[in-house]
Nanobody, 118 residues
Framework: VQLQASGGGLVQAGGSLRLSCAASGSFNGIGGMNWYRQVPGKRREFVATITRGGSTNYADSMKGRFTISRDNAKNMVYLQMSSLKPEDTAVYYC?????????????WGQGTLVTVSS
């Protein structure tokens, strides 16, 4: 099972970016899907989460600017980011609870770098 994140890049402050994350491999289902981010030298922090049914929750600093969504048929999760700030610069990681051989296991993607210039 793999999670592959993509969509990172360089964007100016105030701009927008959409991250994608695809789950692949052999599994029976996906539960909650999440985005985290990490600045070098700092702890990884929670960004957003979405349940299989579509319920969402966000870190306070992302509310109103970021939108998490998912496509269950495609096994994908997205993060639409707008009104980006230089402090949003980080490596963004997707994370998901995936049902493998009857057990729910947690997986991390490899991360995609988002750089917001001022």
């Amino acid at each position: 099972v793999q999670l592959q994140a993509s969509g990172g890049g360089l964007v100016q402050a105030g701009g927008s970016l959409r991250l994608s994350c695809a789950a692949s491999g052999s599994f029976n289902g996906i539960g909650g899907m999440n985005w985290y981010r990490q600045v070098p030298g700092k702890r990884r922090e929670f960004v957003a989460t979405i349940t299989r049914g579509g319920s969402t929750n966000y870190a306070d600093s992302m509310k109103g600017r970021f939108t998490i969504s998912r496509d269950n048929a495609k096994n994908m999760v997205y993060l639409q980011m707008s009104s980006l700030k230089p402090e949003d610069t980080a490596v963004y990681y997707c994370n998901a609870d995936i049902l493998v051989l009857g057990r729910l296991q947690n997986y991390w993607g490899q991360g995609t770098l988002v750089t917001v210039s001022s």
